[in-house]
């Protein structure tokens, strides 16, 4: 939950660099409709809450936990032309960074840009190091 | 018996499809909650000439 209110506030640096950000879990439709709902944090995100009810899109991207019926914390990045260029996998019990997630679309979108690879810890040059959005109330 | 997993074990597998890096992104189609409340069906498709993120995470109202 603390990750998706994350999602919530860098979400619209995600749409200023023209992506998307699709929340997937195996949970139903209307078990994600409620839970927005009822969650303060989250009920402003505009970021679509996908349900994986069958469990075939996360099985698929080979990130179902079996055993739980659910999905591991995993991102993966698409580019426009649909082909995975980056995905990871993160511990059950450890959050994100939603931060570093903007940083590499900016870095995909400026080793596209200029042909150059991208450095370590590289920052955009103008500074825009992503900051959390002002919550809305 | 040693049940230790080797990797001389493993190379000798075909990999299969493993959805990473420069793998084509499967397809979907599936409900979701869009656009504020409402629920409506979300295809990858839609989203071709963007970046997308998929987000994968365990389930709702749950911390972390």
Known sequence: MTELAAVAAFYPHIKAL???????????????????????????????????RTHEISSAYRVLDRKAGAAFRASVFISPDQIIRAK?????????NISEHVRLLQAFQYAQE????VPANWVPSN???????EKKR | MDEKLHVKTLAAYPAGYCATRDDAAPMFSAEGVVDGNQIREVRLEEYRGQWVILFFYPSDFTPV
């Not at chain 1, 990871?88 to 994100?96: H, Q």
């Not at chain 1, 200029?114 to 690879?117: E, S």
Request: aromatic residues 8%.
């Open chain 1, 127 to 133: 500074g825009s190091q992503p900051a959390p959005a």
């Open chain 1, 18 to 52: 023209g992506a998307e950000l699709l929340a997937i879990s195996t949970d139903s439709a209307y078990a994600h409709l409620v839970f927005k709902q009822i969650t303060p944090a989250i009920t402003n995100l505009a970021a679509p809450l996908v349900s994986d």
């Open chain 1, 114 to 117: 200029t042909g150059q690879g």
């Open chain 1, 88 to 96: 990871f996998v993160y511990p059950k019990e450890i959050g994100r």
